[in-house]
């Protein structure tokens, strides 16, 4: 069973950084891809980055492109999420996802996850 704990989130004025870290288990990770999505309220879920576990190319959505960087720790099986250059329009609840295995479809879509972590609050003060 895959287990996926958002941590790092917090409340931060405008301007700030944050990082989250989302810690995984419970399988191996070759072949998937792991993503941060975020749900502001009353807004329906929303890609902001993801990247395949193995390999470079990372994805990002238009509104965190140069502010927001994701990476990942292979020995500690953690991915991260580095947001510099904060907005209060980043408010929102952020969670990690992570796909199965030989996995079809878009980065950019939440379907194509299959395991999601219970989020971390990120609140940003004008």
């Known amino acids: 069973q895959v287990q996926l704990v958002e941590s790092g989130g917090g409340l931060v004025q405008a301007g700030g950084s944050l990082r989250l870290s989302c810690a995984a288990s419970?399988?191996?990770?070759?072949?998937?891809?792991m993503g941060w999505f975020r749900q502001a309220p009353g807004k329906t879920r929303e890609f902001v980055a993801a990247?395949?576990?193995?390999?470079?190319?990372?994805y990002y959505a238009d509104s965190v492109k140069g502010r927001f960087t994701i990476s990942r720790d292979n020995s500690k099986n953690t991915l991260y999420l580095q947001m510099n250059s904060l907005k209060p329009e980043d408010t929102a609840v952020y969670y990690c996802?992570?796909?199965?295995?030989?996995?079809?479809?878009?980065?950019?879509?939440?379907?194509?996850?299959?395991?999601w972590g219970q989020g971390t609050q990120v609140t940003v003060s004008p």
């Open positions: 996802a992570q796909t199965g295995a030989e996995y079809s479809g878009s980065l950019y879509s939440s379907s194509t996850y299959n395991y």
């Open positions: 419970g399988r191996t990770f070759s072949g998937t891809a």
């Open positions: 990247r395949r576990w193995s390999g470079a190319s990372a």
